[in-house]
């Protein structure tokens, strides 16, 4: 601990710092430096730091990580290897994302794993937090087209392009440190079942020092539009608080001049039919092939095309751009795109946090970063353990290696239903008229998750 009495950090592909600002809630973090190589990103690190709403003292590295040593980094805060409490970041992500076309590590940028573990393996911290996206877990080193695949007739998959060939190899390096002995477990969790009022699939790796097996707590939240719902997944379900909505974040907030990358008149014109809740299946026939186009004929994955959201239920996902017609982020009472406001709330970033760069840019900002509730959960679930082990004078739990896990902490949360059997399922706003509308939202609710909680072995 420092003189402080609070852990020390580095953090590494810092971003918009949703890390960052999780762990420093918690009052238990104290950040020494941070490594960004995002012009705007950086320019709203200092602006914040310099009207004191980060530590003065933290250093800034306004570079690309592959151009910092960790040893200068180390230097620069005065600390030597293994004396560093934690490092955290979030190595960028989109080639291992299920939203889009997985390239894997084939994309340079999937060899920002391997800095990350650079960075591990010269400062030794005694724990370290990484973050990403879910679909990391299930990334194959290789990329075999579908067409060309075992299923298709093809040849049987290599190990190299085996799903989660990304991990074993980056467990395998992790493992084989020198001079050190680092236990992982992984975590597969939502934001929304921690309080974020979004629906958030993430993949947090904590791994330590010291084989102490380290456990993600059960989910505090849930959805409870249902009576199944109402049944107890991890005890006493009366327990879980109700999913923190849309409402809950912006409901109370007023902006006069807000920030927007709003929708082009076309787009307007097509939200403005849509009802609060509902999406392009609220549309008349004619008008949803018009405005859709090809994408009307396609199947599955289409909820986003004219979503108008619904003050009573989660954000979904927030994307860098909300105005998209396929990923639409509309206000659920007026026809334009989420605010760069509404979004630094949804990510529960503080009301006084300045963002520098364009309007681009402090979306990307925000969308990108990581909800703060998680990091604020990880945050208190790694301070526990360093307690634990300050207490037990740093003594190794077991001498040999663990074994790393992943662990599913009922992570993904079911669609909503949208439409079923030709009848479009609206989500009606329960402020407008009351419990009446209980009932009529009932069909409409996400489904009860079927798996709670499942642990596999990385081999």
Known sequence: MTDSSQYTVVSIFSGGMGLDLGLKSTGLFRILACIEKDNACTETIRRNQQSGKLDRNMKVFERDICAVSPSEVLDAIGLQPEELDLIVGGPPCQSFSTAGKRRTVQDPRGTLLWQYLNFVEVIKPKFF????????????????????????????????????SVVKLFASDLKNIPGASYHMDCFEVNAVNYGAPQLRERALFIGNRYNAVVDFPDPTRGPSEEKEMQLSLFGNESDRKPWATLRDAIGDLREYNPIVMDFSPRKKYYLSLVPEGSNWRSLPVEIQKESMGKAWY???????????????????????????????????????????????????????WELAGSVAQQYAQVGNAVPTRLSQVAGTVIAEQLDRLAQRGWKPYKEEQQDYRVIYVQSHVRTRQWFKAGKTYIWSDRSADGPKNRDSNSQAAYGAPKTTRKVTIID
């Open 129 to 164: 937090l990484m973050e990403n996206v879910r679909g990391l877990l299930s990334a194959a080193l290789r990329h075999r087209p579908i067409a060309k695949r075992p299923e298709k007739g093809g040849l049987a998959l290599e190990p190299d392009e085996e799903p989660g």
């Open 298 to 352: 396609a199947k599955g994955g289409r909820s986003g095309w004219w979503r108008r959201l619904t003050f009573d239920l989660p954000c979904p996902t927030l994307v860098t751009m909300p105005n998209h017609a396929s990923t639409s982020l509309c206000h659920p009472t007026e026809t334009r795109a989420l605010s760069v406001r509404e979004y630094a709330r949804i990510q529960e970033f503080p009301d006084d």
